[in-house]
Structures are given as structure tokens and as C-alpha cells.
């Protein structure tokens, strides 16, 4: 069961796409890159002097900014001291397995060169890069798989787009046509220039019909068979499910699903936001997300110049630090037998059933770690932090599998325990 709230039925997995082979990387992958990045990186957050609330990428819409307005930063945008290897570099000692960055987002601004408009990073801006190019190019390279988020709906730069009310009457938008003359060979475009496309990361379904939807997944598939359509293209036709931003559901989903996540409170890179997320909580959210069969999508918002935010950096490297250690417990595993417990989340390898991990968040005063209802006894257990792989004694009462451990937590964050079912 779906816990109410946590997936909005219109993004939820397409039912056959729940054992399509072609989803198996993304089961195995478990972390990924979010990136957003666009013009609102220059006003960070403030307008005319004035600190504009909410996510940072909105700063157009909160403020009204009339599209000939928000054009102009277009020609201060000179991002050069963006380096797409350093970028690509962060998410793979993050241990993140793939990336999904803005080509274009409700601003309408493309960040890819495009023929449909000249609002685009190449033929508008001093830099006049395509860091799309760059960025597909560096992930091949790095092995890190390449996606784009595509606001499909909204554009409040298109005079047909949904969102903008300020510049345009809507009563006179021709949605239909903006979907076919606009999007659809956009996303042609992001599916023949730049390689391979593992992911088309669509947001905000709103008005979008079944027709729409379907007719862009299929698109999307003659184009590029293998790559993934996200549960917001919406009614319900994506190849995976995606969860509201920051929400993890209560319990165990069985779909194959995502969380987009944010490490402070915005996507897009405002200047004045500083409440970063603690390590502890983001290794916590990454390793309850996987026992209950997601993925993380875990957001940086570089500046104007190209920066990934230092406190982005640090906390991706943690995390990083602590996968190289504890990453078999995560990639490629399913959720654990044991579920709903507050002190532990558990994980079972994708490839051998009999291998359990424990992952312990709250380790017992006593080292005395007590398990209750697992399909069968226990044959031996280690902690991962243990290179020689020591065998704790394992013992059965009433039921319980008993593990004695250490009195000291050997990881405060999440100590993880092997346990090898008999
Ligand atoms: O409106 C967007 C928002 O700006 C951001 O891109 C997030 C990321 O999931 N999606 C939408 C809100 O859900």
C-alpha cells in the first residue's frame, strides 16, 4: 500500500514498467544528482533589492518579473567558472550513480542550444557554451548516467506555456500547440544530440491530458528505447514514480520510485538559504529511502559562475565517504524483512536473498542487538565498518535473533550489520 499522500496518483509507475529489465540500473543505482541551474542562479533569491520568498528558481513567478525583464539577465549569464568534470567528479565520489540537470525549467530559459528558440544558454549569453554538451560528454567518461529535467507544462517565458498570467492572457494560450510545436521537439532534440539519455525528468503535470503524456513517453521511447520517462509526465504513464519533493513515504512502496530532495531549502541557488540538512540526516534519508525501495535524488544548485555551493560539496563528500564504506547495504539491494522499526532500517541484497543488512541508527547501550521476525535463523553476522569481517555471536531466544555487538556504536550515524540467514 501506497501511504496516502507521499506519490500523487498522477506520478505514480506505469504497472508494466514494474518489471521492465529496462529500469535495472536504476534499481541498482539508488543515489543520483539533481541539478538545477538556470538565469535565477544571478538574482539568487533577491529582486530589486528585495529578498523574495520561497525556492529560488520561482524568483520570476513570486515577483511577477515581466518576461522582458528577466530576458535581460540572460546577458550577464557567464558561468566560467563552470567545469563539467569537477561537477561530475562531486557525484561519483558522492557515490551517486546518475545525474539529472535542468535543460529547461519553468522560466523557460533553455540551457541547452536549441532551434526553437534564441532564449538559450548558446545564442543569449556571454558564454555562449553548451554545458549540456559538456556535461554528457564528462558522464560518459566518468560512467555516471546522464539525464534531463524538462518542465513540460509550465514555461512562463512561451506566450503559450502554463504559469505565466502577467504577460499573457490565458485564456488566449494554445497549450496543444505548445505541447506539439514546442516540447515535443525540444525533447527531440535532447534525445539526438547529446548521446545517451537515461533519464527525461518532466515536473508539474497540472493540465496535461492522457493523450499528451502518452504521446510524449512514446516520443521519448521510439527515440531513445532505453531511456527512463520520470511519474511526472503525469496520468500515471511514467516508467517509475515520483514522490512529492522532500517527502519520504511512511512505509514501503512496492513500485520502483524516486524522491527529489533538497540538501536547504531551495533548488536553484540562493545566496542567503544556509540551512543545510546535517550529514547524519542525509545518510539517514538516503538509507530509509532505499530500505523502503526508492531512490534519492539529492539537489545542488550551483551559482552564476558554475560553483557547486561549498556546504553542498562538503556533505556530498560525506556521504561519499560513508558509501565507500557501507555501499553494500545500499546499491543494488531491496528492502529488508524487518520494516516500520524506529531504530533500524534493514536492506537484502538484490543478488542473494540469504544477506541481510542492519542498518542501526540507535545502537543499544548494551551492544545487544535484538531482532524479532525474520524468515528464518540466523547463521552468523559481522559489521561492515569490520575488515577482517569478525564474527559477532549470534544467538536465538524466544523467537528473537540475538546479536551481541559492541557496548560503542561503531558508526553513530548508521552501523550496519551483516547478517547471513541460515
Ligand atoms: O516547481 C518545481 C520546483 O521548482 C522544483 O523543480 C521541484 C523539484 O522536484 N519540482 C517542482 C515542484 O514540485
Known amino acids: 500500500m501506497v501511504e496516502e499522500g507521499a ?7 506505469r504497472p508494466d514498467a514494474r518489471t521492465d529489465p529496462r529500469l ?79 535543460a529547461k525549467h519553468h522560466d523557460g530559459f533553455c540551457m541547452f542550444k536549441t532551434a526553437l528558440t534564441s532564449y538559450n544558454i548558446v545564442d543569449a549569453t556571454p ?8 556535461l554528457a560528454a564528462e558522464c560518459q567518461k566518468q560512467g555516471i548516467r546522464f539525464g534531463f529535467y524538462y518542465s513540460q507544462t509550465q514555461d512562463w517565458h512561451h ?11 490565458p485564456a488566449k494560450k494554445d497549450f ?7 516540447v515535443k521537439p525540444q525533447v527531440r532534440e535532447l534525445l539526438t544530440n547529446y548521446g545517451p539519455i537515461a533519464i527525461i525528468w518532466f515536473d508539474t503535470p497540472r493540465r496535461i491530458t492522457v493523450e499528451q503524456s502518452r504521446s510524449l513517453v512514446e516520443l521519448v521511447h521510439q527515440l ?16 517509475y514514480a515520483e514522490a512529492r519533493d522532500n517527502r ?19 533548488w536553484g541557488y540562493k545566496s542567503y538559504d544556509q540551512n543545510w540538512k546535517p550529514v547524519e540526516e542525509l545518510i539517514r534519508k538516503l538509507v530509509d529511502i532505499v ?30 565517504d560513508w558509501l565507500r564504506v557501507n555501499g553494500e547495504s545500499v546499491y543494488n539491494t531491496r528492502p529488508g524483512p524487518l520494516q516500520g522499526l524506529e531504530w533500524c532500517r534493514t536492506t537484502v541484497s538484490a543478488t542473494d536473498p540469504s544477506t541481510v543488512y542492519v542498518h542501526i541508527f540507535d545502537w543499544p547501550h548494551d551492544g545487544l542487538i535484538r531482532l524479532v521476525g525474520l524468515p528464518r535463523p540466523a547463521a552468523g553476522a559481522y559489521l561492515l565498518v569490520d575488515p577482517a569481517r569478525t564474527a559477532l555471536p549470534v544467538t536465538h531466544q524466544d523467537g528473537a535473533v540475538l546479536i551481541h555487538g559492541p557496548a560503542q556504536a561503531p558508526d553513530p550515524i548508521d552501523a550496519v550489520l551483516v547478517l547471513k540467514l541460515a
Open 7 to 13: 506519490i500523487r496518483t498522477e506520478a505514480m509507475q
Open 24 to 102: 535495472n540500473w536504476f534499481r541498482a543505482a539508488k543515489f543520483g544528482m539533481f541539478i538545477h541551474w538556470g538565469l535565477y542562479a544571478i538574482p539568487a533569491g533577491v529582486w530589486k533589492g528585495r529578498q523574495i520568498p520561497g525556492i529560488g528558481e520561482w524568483i520570476m513567478y513570486r515577483a511577477r518579473i515581466p518576461v522582458a525583464e528577466y530576458e535581460q539577465l540572460a546577458r550577464q549569464f557567464n558561468p566560467v567558472k563552470f567545469d563539467a568534470a569537477e561537477w561530475v567528479s562531486l557525484a561519483r565520489r558522492a557515490g551517486q550513480k546518475y545525474l539529472v540537470i535542468t
Open 127 to 134: 558564454f555562449g557554451r553548451d554545458p549540456m554538451k559538456e
Open 159 to 169: 506566450p503559450d506555456g502554463d504559469g505565466n498570467d502577467w504577460d499573457y492572457d
Open 176 to 182: 496543444a500547440g505548445y505541447i506539439e510545436n514546442y
Open 224 to 239: 531513445q528505447p532505453d531511456c527512463l520517462v520520470n511519474g511526472r509526465i503525469g496520468n500515471g504513464l511514467g516508467d
Open 248 to 266: 519520504i513515504p511512511d512505509s514501503l512502496v512496492d513500485m520502483d520510485w524516486e524522491v527529489p530532495a533538497t540538501i536547504n531549502d531551495t
Open 291 to 320: 530500505s523502503k525501495g526508492g531512490n534519492y535524488l539529492l539537489n545542488v544548485g550551483p551559482t552564476a559562475e558554475g560553483i557547486i555551493p561549498q556546504p553542498s560539496v562538503e556533505r556530498l563528500l560525506a556521504i561519499g
